[in-house]
């Protein structure tokens, strides 16, 4: 009998669908089968076992076989909550087996469901290379996605901007940080009118960074901006075209200086004023004169009060 189990345990070919491919839905496994006591029951979960990773690869290989590592982590992390509740809770017989082992399968499905329509190839323009698990070997590959469109060109964008400001230039899309490799983005600029010549363009930048900033604009600046997605081999991914228009700040005219016209002699405004100075000569002489006669009084009025003090004082002296 320990014969029969090893020989199903070892020279059984090894199935390694998707969930297998974690080492420790593996051991999770290995555990389950090595944790009956009796011999007999082992070998019996065993052949439960295999058939289960038989559904799982039947599985992911009608769902593309390949899956990426985020996918991957999801289905592993529910499934060893369920297979962790399950242990918890049963009492041993095989139909409970059978049921967490078809439970694996619906996890595996539901990600993949989601995963292969939706995450695979989120690429709506351009070519994604990616790296995946085939779900039959366990080992990474490189997953290509086509354009839908079967070109890498993306479109154009008008970008319009008002001379001295800036503009950004930014081609990122997120299915850029799934590809292989280091692609860098190259700008180019061709001015005037929008160009398609690979011949007019000049380049500006070559950066990790997706987005240019453009400070201090001129007119002069105005023309085709091109950003290409490539790899150093010059293999572009991702092509998008941005058309920039200056515009031109309106200019402003001198204020003229305002002067006043020169006074005319023998105008009315003249003799108005020769005929203030009259009055006005006889106000000062009339406030000179006071002003005199204010200081004779107050001269008189201390000589008075000094002769007066004089006398009193000799006046005190006789007594």
């Given at each position: 009998?320990?014969?029969?189990?090893?020989?199903?345990?070892?020279?059984?070919?090894?199935?390694?669908?998707?969930?297998?491919?974690?080492?420790?839905?593996?051991?999770?496994?290995?555990?389950?089968?090595?944790?009956?006591?009796?011999?007999?029951?082992?070998?019996?979960?065993?052949?439960?076992?295999?058939?289960?990773?038989?559904?799982?690869?039947?599985?992911?290989?009608?769902?593309?076989?390949?899956?990426?590592?985020?996918?991957?982590?999801?289905?592993?992390?529910?499934?060893?909550?369920?297979?962790?509740?399950?242990?918890t809770?049963?009492?041993?017989?095989?139909?409970?087996?059978?049921?967490i082992?078809?439970?694996?399968?619906?996890?595996?499905?539901?990600?993949?469901?989601?995963?292969?329509?939706?995450?695979?190839?989120?690429?709506?323009?351009?070519?994604?290379?990616?790296?995946?698990?085939?779900?039959?070997?366990?080992?990474?590959?490189a997953?290509?996605?086509?354009?839908?469109?079967?070109?890498?060109?993306?479109g154009?964008?008008?970008?319009?901007?008002?001379?001295?400001?800036?503009?950004?230039?930014?081609?990122?899309?997120?299915?850029?940080?799934?590809?292989?490799?280091?692609?860098?983005?190259?700008?180019?600029?061709?001015?005037?009118?929008?160009?398609s010549?690979?011949s007019?363009?000049?380049?500006?930048?070559?950066?990790?960074?997706?987005?240019?900033?453009?400070?201090?604009?001129?007119?002069?600046?105005?023309?085709?901006?091109?950003?290409?997605?490539?790899?150093r081999?010059?293999?572009?991914?991702?092509k998008?075209?941005?058309?920039?228009?200056?515009?031109?700040?309106?200019?402003?005219?001198?204020?003229?200086?305002l002067?006043?016209p020169?006074?005319?002699?023998?105008?009315?405004?003249?003799?108005?004023?020769?005929?203030?100075v009259?009055?006005?000569?006889?106000?000062?002489?009339?406030?000179?004169?006071?002003?005199?006669?204010?200081?004779?009084?107050?001269?008189?009025?201390?000589?008075?009060?000094?002769?007066?003090?004089?006398?009193?004082?000799?006046?005190?002296?006789?007594?």
């Amino acid at each position: 009998m320990l014969v029969t189990l090893l020989f199903v345990v070892f020279v059984v070919p090894e199935v390694r669908p998707c969930l297998q491919c974690e080492r420790r839905v593996k051991v999770m496994f290995e555990d389950f089968v090595l944790s009956e006591p009796d011999v007999l029951k082992q070998i019996e979960l065993q052949k439960i076992v295999d058939h289960a990773l038989v559904t799982y690869r039947e599985t992911s290989e009608s769902r593309m076989g390949v899956i990426d590592l985020t996918t991957l982590y999801r289905a592993r992390t529910e499934y060893q909550s369920e297979f962790d509740r399950f242990l918890t809770m049963t009492t041993g017989s095989t139909t409970e087996a059978i049921q967490i082992m078809e439970k694996g399968r619906e996890i595996l499905e539901n990600h993949l469901d989601t995963f292969i329509p939706n995450g695979l190839c989120p690429n709506q323009c351009g070519r994604l290379i990616r790296r995946v698990m085939d779900c039959t070997s366990c080992l990474n590959r490189a997953y290509t996605c086509p354009s839908p469109t079967g070109q890498q060109d993306c479109g154009e964008y008008p970008v319009h901007a008002e001379e001295g400001d800036q503009a950004v230039l930014n081609c990122f899309l997120p299915w850029h940080r799934f590809m292989l490799g280091k692609p860098e983005y190259h700008y180019s600029w061709a001015p005037g009118v929008p160009s398609s010549k690979k011949s007019d363009f000049k380049v500006l930048v070559v950066t990790e960074d997706s987005s240019v900033v453009l400070n201090q604009l001129h007119v002069e600046e105005s023309g085709t901006y091109q950003c290409l997605f490539q790899n150093r081999t010059g293999t572009v991914f991702y092509k998008v075209t941005f058309l920039l228009s200056v515009t031109a700040l309106p200019t402003q005219s001198p204020r003229p200086v305002l002067t006043l016209p020169p006074l005319q002699y023998g105008s009315t405004s003249l003799k108005w004023r020769e005929a203030l100075v009259p009055v006005v000569a006889v106000v000062m002489a009339c406030c000179l004169a006071t002003s005199l006669g204010l200081a004779v009084l107050h001269r008189e009025m201390w000589k008075r009060r000094k002769v007066k003090t004089m006398r009193d004082e000799n006046l005190q002296h006789n007594m």
